[in-house]
């Protein structure tokens, strides 16, 4: 049995294997099949943090696969009430199939993960995003014109999961963040040890125009992330000249898309102009977050 918690648990060919079946159910998808991968099958989901697209896409995904989806919000199961993060684990585990969380803690989702006998998967956390780095994934294939990618922002789980992505891929990365601001050192770490085997270009840089020049694909977050919103006013300082705006857009290659895992907040980390500029590709980016997932929710099942 395995579980998704981070890119770094999985080699390049488990990821396209991954992708090769999002790809697959997609295109399924738009021809109206929808096949019953998971007839039956019950997905928990368990929320400490908000979602739109996380709610959605997972839900719709398993009435899709012909399976069933199960919101549980901590204000309403016993885990937000005290009970340990083990004993939920084992109970869920005897009642569904797979278990998604949208959690505050890498730790707490791995404590769940240690004591579930279903697989586990990480719909966020504060280290890693490793879903929504699938559906960019995708993106890029389906709409990029080459790999050299940018990612303007906050050293974040964002950051994180490009970096294990494009460790794991070979890819060609350059991360751009203020000082003080720069990813974890033992993340950092792990990518630039991945990349020796894989090939992938890593950088990190305190200047975004060094980062985007010549970009493919250019990538951003919000920098005022759910329950940081009392860094408001500070990261607004510090984050001066990292909007991605036309000016900057300018230095990116030619027929550079842009990325954005959404919610975007326009006139912050990009401007509207930008934003509505490369809306296409956002938002194909933002559905693909319901093909990939459903890639990833079938793949599991098939390694137990």
């Keep these: 049995m395995r579980h998704f918690l981070t890119l770094n648990d999985f080699s390049k060919e488990e990821i396209k294997e991954i992708i090769d079946l999002g790809i697959k159910i997609k295109k399924e998808c738009k021809k109206g099949e929808f096949k019953p991968y998971l007839k039956e099958q019950t997905l928990a989901m368990i929320f400490e943090k908000s979602s739109t697209r996380t709610r959605i896409s997972f839900e719709t995904g398993m009435y899709q696969l012909g399976g069933h989806a199960l919101f549980l919000s901590s204000k309403d199961i016993q885990l937000g009430r005290g009970e340990p993060i083990k004993d939920t684990a084992r109970v869920i585990s005897s009642m569904a199939n797979l278990a998604m969380l949208r959690v505050y803690k890498q730790s ?3 404590e769940f993960a240690k004591f579930s006998t279903i697989p586990v998967i990480n719909g966020l956390s504060d280290e890693f995003h490793p879903m929504q ?7 890029i294939l389906e709409c990029a014109n080459g790999d050299k990618i ?5 050293g974040n789980n964002m950051s994180h999961s490009w970096l294990m992505l494009a460790s794991k891929m070979g890819l060609n990365l350059s991360v751009a963040t203020p000082k003080g601001y720069e990813p974890d050192a033992k993340i950092v770490k792990i990518a630039k040890e991945n990349a020796k085997k894989s090939g992938a270009k890593i950088s990190l840089t305190n200047d975004p125009k060094e980062a985007i020049e010549k970009a493919d694909v250019v990538a951003t977050d919000t920098w005022i992330s759910m329950g940081q919103e009392d860094e408001r006013e500070r990261k607004l300082k510090h984050f001066k000249g990292f909007c991605v705006d036309e000016k900057m857009m300018a230095i990116a290659a030619k027929k550079a898309i842009v990325l954005h895992c959404l919610p975007a907040y326009r006139g912050y980390e990009i401007t509207d102009e930008v934003f509505e500029k490369h809306a296409k590709e956002i938002f194909i980016e933002a559905e693909n977050r319901l093909h990939t997932q459903k890639g990833v929710m079938v ?6």
Excluded: E, N
Aim: aromatic letters at 14%.
């Design 133 to 139: 780095l699938l559906a960019d994934y995708l993106t």
């Design 108 to 110: 707490d989702l791995l």
């Design 299 to 304: 793949w599991l099942d098939k390694m137990r």
């Design 150 to 154: 940018a990612y303007i922002g906050d």
